[in-house]
């Protein structure tokens, strides 16, 4: 296996050497046996397990409607969108995009097959869609997919712990896709500004430094801060799906493409793959199709309904972001984060999203949900707690954000410690591959850079990094290095040696530079972009007595101070992509 990971890097084929990679880490997908019933009674019988997933999947995606549908008007004017049947450019275009390595759904056809000889298939399925698109009608066998399980934290013998991907048909995307190129855009355009999920040109990067900075910066200014951490309960697979079809005839999107879209999902079934074998066939009711390229973007018109009847009767109940516009929260999927100065501003807010979501068949995770408070000097007293149905939220002084923690103390530190511990987690896993004769050591580097380093340094881009931080980063890496070279006491080589060896830089370096890359990438958006915004925002207030916080902000003034440059200068320079690149060089060695 390791002679096979060698071969694959010779060859560049990356997807190769990823699966095994994990091959040789030890990793699998674990079916585990048995699973238990909702009494928590084992279930040890194959028949009696395909059964009670069955059960479980048929409740999850068939929930019942909501007991009050939101009122949604209709729009007369629909979105300037081609209706037209498909070209074949189009069906081309679709076949080039399809993913392979995937596993194919229940037509058993791979990606790979339609895309040997991409101009012929084209030929082939353009007819076939042309007459779906003009009838209106998708074949039954589109409809129909595999629902295959991926497991997730906690107790894998509870069916809970599990959630489903659906396998589809290739005909099904290559429609699907076809559709999406053609709304997406204008879709976009329509969407709230503080919403970053499946979006172009957003990230979660983007709304983790805007919250990093939004809290560093009430705390230097003592202005008070309340953050409200949604969940909500198996989101994907909730959503009505006849508010779904109003809701896309609402923001503008042709009805012979809703009608489409709607033929996907009418009469779809699936059959759960449990220990590779097939369940019965059991119809989808609720939800949007897990695995289904259409399936991101109509969950983001749910989502952007649910905060825009939220905040369109709450004006002013956020933070004061510009002379015109409050910032009442920040987004990614159903990632919500609403934010307020007040706690009885944040208490109206959180009721009015529970009530507009539970209108489409969204509910609020209680238990998962929680709430942050940035007070001022004078309110540290102050009782702070929220409640959403009558249960009040917990109070935490750190969540994990986008896979981030932040805190209300601002700073990064806890971050970059759990970074660390999960670095170190997934460097043990692969200690086969460390251990390896047969793979060298430049394939090893590259898999510690793609597996390790880059578990390391997520989130990166924003931290506040002081030397006393930036040394256990290094001496992390470099531990790891010394044991990939086999390097063992009393065995000595210095920092610089062990670097060129491994074709390695200085961490501080490194971070320095996907920081300014990232900056440079923010500056040159639209002005009215939120995390361009964000770069400079201060709330009102007053600074506390005595030295300035080492806020994120700062430090990236420091280091423009170190190279003579300034935000105005550095914000002229990131205009210039090829000037910014030998900017953001200096920038990011002026720690250095």
């Not at 674990?30 to 084992?42: A, L």
């Not at 699907?176 to 919403?195: C, H, M, T, V």
């Not at 779809?268 to 019965?280: D, R, S």
Request: charged share 30%.
């Amino acid at each position: 296996m390791a002679n096979e990971a060698e071969q694959a890097a010779g060859k560049g084929d990356l997807a190769t050497l990823y699966q095994t990679t994990r091959n040789l880490s030890g990793k699998r997908s674990t079916q585990i046996k048995p699973i238990k019933d909702d009494n928590g009674k084992s279930i040890t019988k194959e028949v009696e397990q395909r059964k009670h997933w069955v059960e479980h999947f048929k409740r999850l995606l068939n929930r019942p409607p909501p007991t009050t549908r939101p009122a949604i008007p209709t729009t007369e004017a629909e979105l300037p969108v081609n209706t037209d049947p498909p070209t074949k450019s189009e069906v081309l275009n679709a076949i080039k995009m399809l993913k392979t390595g995937k596993t194919p759904g229940p037509d058993g056809i791979p990606a790979e097959a339609l895309k040997i000889d991409p101009e012929t298939t084209a030929d082939l399925m353009t007819p076939l869609l042309e007459k779906v698109w003009k009838e209106g009608k998708v074949p039954e066998d589109w409809k129909n997919s595999y629902l295959f399980k991926l497991p997730k934290k906690g107790d894998l013998s509870q069916c809970k712990n599990w959630r489903g991907i659906m396998l589809l048909s290739i005909p099904s995307k290559i429609l699907s896709r076809i559709i999406l190129e053609r709304i997406k855009q204008a879709l976009d355009e329509k969407l709230r500004p503080e919403q970053a999920g499946f979006r172009r040109n957003k990230s979660c990067i983007d709304q983790i430094a805007t919250l990093r900075i939004i809290i560093e910066q009430s705390l230097e200014w003592q202005s008070p801060l309340y953050l409200n951490f949604i969940d909500f309960e198996k989101a994907f697979d909730s959503v009505d799906r006849e508010v779904i079809w109003k809701l896309l005839r609402y923001y503008g999107v042709p009805s012979t493409i809703i009608h489409l879209i709607q033929q996907l999902y009418d009469n779809a079934a699936c059959q759960v793959i449990h220990n590779g074998k097939l369940t019965e066939a059991f119809e989808v009711r609720t939800g949007v199709r897990q695995g289904c390229l259409l399936s991101p973007m109509i969950f983001l018109i749910a989502i952007d309904w649910i905060m825009r009847q939220t905040t369109a009767t709450n004006e002013g109940t956020g933070i004061k972001w510009t002379d015109t516009k409050d910032l009442e929260d920040l987004d990614f999927a159903d990632d919500i984060c609403l934010i307020s100065h007040k706690l009885e501003d944040m208490q109206v807010k959180s009721n009015k999203l529970a009530e507009e979501a539970s209108k489409i068949g969204l509910h609020v995770n209680i238990d998962k949900t929680e709430m942050m408070k940035i007070p001022s000097q004078h309110q540290q007293q102050q009782q702070t707690t929220i409640s959403i149905n009558g249960k009040n939220l917990k109070e935490t002084t750190s969540f994990t954000y986008l896979g981030s923690i932040v805190s209300t103390t601002g700073g990064t530190d806890e971050d970059i410690k759990a970074r660390i511990g999960k670095a170190r987690q997934a460097f043990i896993t692969l200690k086969s591959v460390w251990r390896s004769t047969a793979i060298s050591i430049k394939n090893k580097i590259r898999i510690f850079n793609s597996n390790v380093k880059s578990v390391l340094l997520y989130g990166s881009e924003t931290w506040r990094v002081i030397k006393s931080i930036s040394n256990k980063l290094q001496t992390f890496i470099n531990n790891c290095l010394r044991s990939i070279l086999k390097i063992r006491w009393p065995e000595k080589i210095s920092n610089r040696d062990l670097w060129e060896r491994t074709n390695q830089e200085p961490i501080v370096k490194q971070i320095g530079r996907k920081k300014w890359r990232w900056i440079g990438h923010t500056l040159r958006k639209p002005s009215s972009d939120i995390t361009r915004q964000a770069l400079e925002w201060n709330p009102k207030g007053r600074r506390r007595v005595g030295r300035p916080r080492v806020t994120w902000r700062r430090s990236c003034e420091e280091e423009m101070k170190a190279c003579g440059q300034t935000w105005s200068r550095v914000k002229k320079l990131s205009e210039n992509r090829s000037q910014w690149r030998c900017a953001a060089e200096a920038l990011c060695s002026s720690r250095n």
